[in-house]
């Protein structure tokens, strides 16, 4: 593939390519039409017929050249396939798309300090594992290392002190950053509130601008019910993020609350409904 690429990406490969699409034709007729003089035609044509590209034969006096379809199409499945796989619904890609144009309208709406303070968000999901098993994973650091980040990220960093007046460090970095050689992706402080072990969790947590500011506060509510016989069917998690203390440049941060904080919730979903997690941890 890699050679087929390479020798398509010469303008004047492309255009005898193009040629040879409509029919068979020799060097000499090649050359009048590409516009080029004959011995830089074959040098092309001979690069071609390497990648696979193009076949030739003689015919009397002339060398003919043909156009091979298959390599073409192979190419053009792997080009499809790549365009699938972008655009597939749900995709990293769509995602991208709807961040693009939640960044738009809060950079618009952010104006002066304050402008997000008030604006909430809430979030349902129903999980497979009963309340205590999700508690676990919403205060215990190792287990919330496996979901609280969005989609393509990492925790780096975690300290999650499940008390009254508690500390909260939260620090992750791109998925693919083995090394931690690039930058923070994003780190936030905070304080855990209230603590109702398997009912009720409430901390702030403080999201940070790249000067070490924090971007705004939020003020998070969690409830826990179970469902099912004696709680062991499920829980229902109902999650409220409202903010406060909103600066002006936190626009890219609430641009993400909505999909970032919800793909969290899908992690933490998915890592509750595989039975190999939930027996692992308990």
Do not use: C
């Amino acid at each position: 593939m890699d050679a087929i690429l390479t020798a398509l990406a010469d303008p004047a490969r492309w255009r005898l390519v193009t040629l040879l699409a409509e029919r068979p034709r020799p060097v000499g007729v090649l050359a009048q039409l590409a516009g080029a003089r004959q011995p830089q035609t074959t040098k092309h044509l001979q690069s071609l017929e390497r990648a696979g590209l193009v076949t030739s034969q003689r015919s009397g006096q002339r060398r003919v050249y043909a156009l091979r379809p298959g390599p073409l199409r192979e190419l053009a499945a792997a080009l499809t396939g790549l365009a699938d796989t972008a655009d597939q619904a749900g995709g990293s890609h769509e995602t991208y798309d709807r961040y693009g144009l939640n960044l738009h309208a809060e950079r618009l709406a952010a104006r002066e300090p304050g402008w997000a303070d008030g604006r909430s968000f809430t979030f349902h999901r129903s999980l497979a594992a009963g309340p205590e098993q999700v508690w676990r994973h919403l205060t215990e650091a190792a287990l919330l290392a496996h979901w609280w980040t969005p989609q393509d990220l990492r925790v780096s960093e975690l300290v999650f002190e499940a008390r009254p007046g508690g500390r909260i460090v939260h620090e992750y970095r791109d998925a693919e950053d083995a090394d931690g050689s690039d930058l923070v992706v994003g780190r936030a402080r905070g304080v855990v509130d209230d603590v109702r072990p398997g009912e009720h969790l409430a901390y702030r947590l403080s999201p940070e601008l790249p000067d070490g500011a924090p971007a705004f506060t939020a003020h998070l509510d969690l409830d826990l019910r179970p469902t099912g016989s004696g709680g062991s069917g499920g829980t229902e998690l109902d999650v409220t993020f409202r903010i406060t203390d909103s600066a002006v440049e936190s626009a890219d941060f609430v641009a993400g609350i909505e999909i970032g904080f919800g793909q969290s919730l899908d992690k933490l979903a998915a890592t509750l409904a595989d039975p190999h997690t939930t027996r692992s941890t308990t």
